[in-house]
């Protein structure tokens, strides 16, 4: 485990910053969403300060549910996170880069090769983080009328990632000996054709990609129901998650790692990071005013898209009256059922109307946010990190580039001073900065156990 040494530190990449009104700030760029020299302005920032990664989200649909929120949100103009990211990876050095791809509207072979580029053209500093869908506005977009079942989107993201590995080791990292004297481009004994089939996808392979630098990229997962959290235990290596309190977190942490283990994985070997809001003032009062603006941007309409959409779409918040109490339960979803029942629990400890849960949702949407100075944010990060809470955090600043900027100026020195953050770089690739192993080629591990069975 981690606990008690430096965190882990990354950026989650957002045009305008993760409170829903950012947009409107005067100090954010109201076109950043399609402007790659904003988003190379970020990544410069975090790689100067030795962040771990810049995280991209991503969902490949409108979300919001109705013109009246459509028409509020800021953030329908963005970039694909693969395309993105490859053009990032030219503009930087050190930084890791994760990229959000669904299972459930992708085919492998296509992601294998796409991600495999990504890691490639970084030099080996590339991440996935793997979904499975969880907005109903997508199923549309690819010849459906609702969402598979959940369940089954988390069977078909089991079997996807089983081949998407499968094909990142098609060949063997010495295979492509590109011989100009023999005319032996690649040595074919160090080929191995997967041709997998099971019950959703079937896939002869080989991938006409050389093996990723790092083996296979890291492998990021951010699901928290019950099936997210097998699925996490088994394939993660970077846990993203939602946890507003210390002791959700230490909670889950321990329940993870418990998993983990059983699943006979190394627990250091799979690293809880939760998101976190800072609002920082160099006073209580000035991150407290901060937070208060960015509240008065955010119009209704673009709260309760939002609202309608991280609850599961399940009722029309419009013909409620919001001055009501938020009920214990609300009728199951087949879309993001983890935050739903997150928030549902907020909304009960705080005793909250839904007015209250609609703004707590639009500030955070569920995620832990710190409003005060920079030792406030210091102790609430340090805190998480030494009672086995965290590894480290997902940094969602509420603004940027602004509040990124506050973050990195204010807070980053305080976590320095205390030894909890580095301030260099210790490796080259991705895995070797955050203390990941680089996996063995799965068809050489089978053919060396093979041999261990065979000498019994």
Do not use: C
């Amino acid at each position: 485990m981690r606990r008690n040494r430096e965190m882990l530190l990354g950026l989650f990449l957002n045009q305008a910053g993760y409170h829903e009104g950012a947009w409107r700030d005067p100090g954010v760029p109201a076109n950043g969403g399609i402007d790659v020299n904003h988003f190379a302005h970020l990544a410069a920032l975090v790689e100067g300060a030795a962040f771990h990664f810049v995280f991209l989200a991503d969902t490949p649909s409108v979300m919001e549910p109705d013109l009246g929120s459509i028409a509020r949100a800021g953030r329908n103009d963005g970039f694909e996170p693969i395309t993105l990211l490859s053009s990032l990876s030219s503009r930087t050095k050190n930084i890791g880069l994760v990229a959000t791809a669904t299972t459930t509207y992708h085919q492998p072979y296509h992601l294998a090769r796409m991600l495999a580029s990504l890691d490639h053209l970084s030099g080996g500093r590339a991440a996935w983080n793997i979904v499975t869908s969880g907005h109903k506005s997508e199923a549309s977009n690819f010849g459906q009328n609702e969402l598979p079942a959940h369940d089954a989107r988390y069977a078909r993201a089991k079997e996807f990632v089983q081949v998407v590995k499968g094909l990142w080791d098609t060949w063997e990292d010495d295979a492509f000996i590109r011989n100009k004297e023999t005319g032996v481009f690649v040595d074919t004994t160090k080929l191995h054709q997967l041709n997998y089939r099971g019950d959703f996808l079937s896939v002869k392979g080989p991938l006409n990609v050389a093996r990723p630098p790092q083996g296979y990229l890291v492998l990021v997962q951010a699901g928290a129901s019950e099936a997210g959290i097998s699925f996490a235990a088994e394939f993660a290596e970077i846990v993203f998650t939602a946890e507003p309190s210390l002791e959700g977190g230490k909670k889950f942490y321990a329940m993870l790692k418990r998993k983990v283990r059983a699943l006979g994985r190394e627990d250091d070997q799979v690293l809880v990071m939760p998101g976190i809001i800072p609002i920082v003032g160099r006073t209580k009062q000035e991150a407290v005013e901060g937070l208060r603006r960015l509240q008065a941007y955010t119009h209704i309409d673009a709260q309760l898209g939002l609202a309608d959409r991280v609850l599961g779409s399940v009722m029309d918040l419009r013909s409620f009256d919001l001055d009501t109490k938020v009920p214990e339960a609300l009728p199951p979803t087949n879309l993001v059922q983890s935050r739903q029942k997150l928030l549902l629990d907020v909304a009960a400890r705080q005793n909250m109307t839904w007015r209250q849960l609609i703004q707590f949702i639009s500030d955070s949407k569920g995620h832990l946010m710190v409003v005060g100075t920079p030792n406030e944010i210091a102790d609430a990060m340090i805190n998480a990190l030494d009672q086995g809470a965290a590894d480290g955090f997902n940094v969602m600043p509420a603004t940027v580039p602004g509040g990124l900027k506050d973050f990195i100026e204010l807070v980053v020195p305080e976590l320095r001073r205390r030894g909890k953050f580095r301030s260099a770089y210790s490796g080259q690739t991705l895995r070797e900065n955050i203390g990941l192993k680089r996996p063995i080629n799965g068809f050489l591990r089978a053919r060396h156990a093979d041999v261990l069975k065979s000498s019994d």
